[in-house]
């Protein structure tokens, strides 16, 4: 399990994590993610309830809900939408049915040789906090934002294992390396 002072264990474990969920099953609270461009890349959000995720993507406003985005984004006269940077993206709420058709729960604080041998964005090595407390973070983060999008320092795998852990971290992007005491 991983270890320091940002972990909580999450009770999760009586779930399939890692594997695909039906989204009846899904828990206010759980990292999800979906599989974008034939596996290329995966798509990461918060599912809060209600069939919604907050996730880090472009409003799209043809298919989202009409709260989709936080009024501070919208203009008060013609109702456009202003984004966080110039590449259109932001956080949002999105309606599981346009997040992705098939949904996988993220696993938290997996040992360096599941996270070493597994596709990568699937899992962290870093222990789960409560789901309230994840549920209240990306409500928050839907508020105030997550600063300018950046695919390798700022993208949706950081924003919902930040919720989930306090910590920005893409294993898409980088694997830590292995320590030396995980090889003996």
């Not at 098939?102 to 597994?118: D, H, P």
């Not at 990306?138 to 934002?145: F, I, S």
Request: aromatic share 8%; charged share 20%; proline share 5%.
């Amino acid at each position: 399990m991983g270890k320091g002072k940002n972990q909580i264990k999450s009770p999760q474990s009586d779930r399939p994590i890692g594997g695909s969920i039906a989204k009846k099953d899904l828990k206010p609270g759980d990292h999800i993610y979906t599989w974008r461009l034939l596996g290329a890349y995966s798509h990461h959000g918060i599912y809060v309830g209600d069939g919604i995720v907050i996730n880090f993507n472009t409003p799209d406003t043809t298919c989202m809900k009409e709260d989709a985005i936080p009024e501070s984004k919208r203009c008060p006269t013609c109702n456009r939408v202003t984004v966080d940077d110039a590449t259109g993206i932001t956080i949002v709420k999105t309606c599981l049915e346009h997040f992705g058709s098939t949904i996988y729960l993220y696993k938290y604080g997996v040992s360096w040789a599941e996270l070493y041998i597994s596709s990568r964005g699937t899992r962290c090595l870093l222990d789960a906090k409560p789901f309230e407390e994840t549920v209240s973070t990306a409500l928050e983060k839907l508020k105030t934002g997550f600063g300018k999008y950046n695919v390798l320092a700022n993208n949706c795998e950081h924003f919902a294992t930040y919720c989930k852990t306090g910590v920005k971290l893409s294993a898409q992007i980088n694997i830590p390396p292995l320590p030396v005491h995980e090889l003996l």
